[in-house]
């Protein structure tokens, strides 16, 4: 449940199992923009909150303008709060592409965005009221062209109709109040499954209440 739009783009995002993913450990001091510890494609960050106020820096290089931004904390490790807050900025370091406080896991944060400038992407992670230390957080990213995108195959409303996942974004649309999409992929026991829905894909502003299950 992300609270930004992404014009023309998808609806659903899979990631790889988090499990799966090779971890980049924060390097400290990251509590500026220029001091930002480097976020590479396929990497899960790992990160921590050490005192009240602390606040961590994060980036990805190298991107486009017009490529669509995905990006989610997992805090339910974190103690003794596990509440996040997430902006995602521009190459500028000032220009919001997206923020949110708990549209994540439990009080975690996730958000969906559109660059508007080319180059670094920088996420800004600190605890919701600065007021807590946090033991533990995953960052994980990604940055899809547009064109990265496939649509749902319908009718695909059961287990035996789904929709192979196929693309980094899989859009969908609902016919009907009751109508439900089901897409599939696969996973090994024991991994750990991100999926954040856009829930204004046209941008036009006017959201659509979505639930996410993974059976």
Do not use: H
């Not at 929709?163 to 969908?172: F, L, V, Y």
Request: net charge negative.
């Amino acid at each position: 449940d992300t609270n930004n739009s992404i014009p023309n783009s998808s609806a659903v995002l899979f990631r790889p199992p988090l499990s799966a993913l090779p971890v980049q450990y924060e390097s400290e001091p990251n509590d500026t923009s220029a001091t930002a510890t480097v976020l590479s494609a396929g990497l899960c960050g790992s990160g921590n909150i050490k005192a009240a106020g602390d606040v961590d820096f994060w980036f990805t290089p190298s991107n486009v303008t017009g490529q669509n931004l995905y990006a989610m904390l997992d805090s339910q490790g974190g103690a003794p709060s596990g509440d996040t807050f997430l902006r995602a900025l521009g190459d500028d370091a000032s220009t919001l592409i997206a923020l949110d406080d708990d549209s994540g896991p439990n009080t975690s944060s996730a958000i969906a965005g559109t660059l508007a400038q080319s180059g670094s992407v920088f996420y800004r992670v600190n605890e919701d009221g600065d007021d807590s230390t946090m033991s533990l957080y995953r960052l994980i990213s990604i940055i899809a062209r547009s064109s990265d995108l496939d649509a749902e195959v319908e009718p695909n409303g059961t287990t035996g109709t789904a929709t192979p996942i196929t693309a980094a974004q899989m859009s969908g649309t609902f016919s009907a109040p009751s109508d439900v999409d089901i897409y599939s992929f696969s996973a090994t026991a024991g991994d750990g499954i991100a999926a954040i829905v856009n829930n204004n894909p046209d941008g036009d502003g006017l959201f659509t209440e979505t639930i996410v299950s993974i059976i």
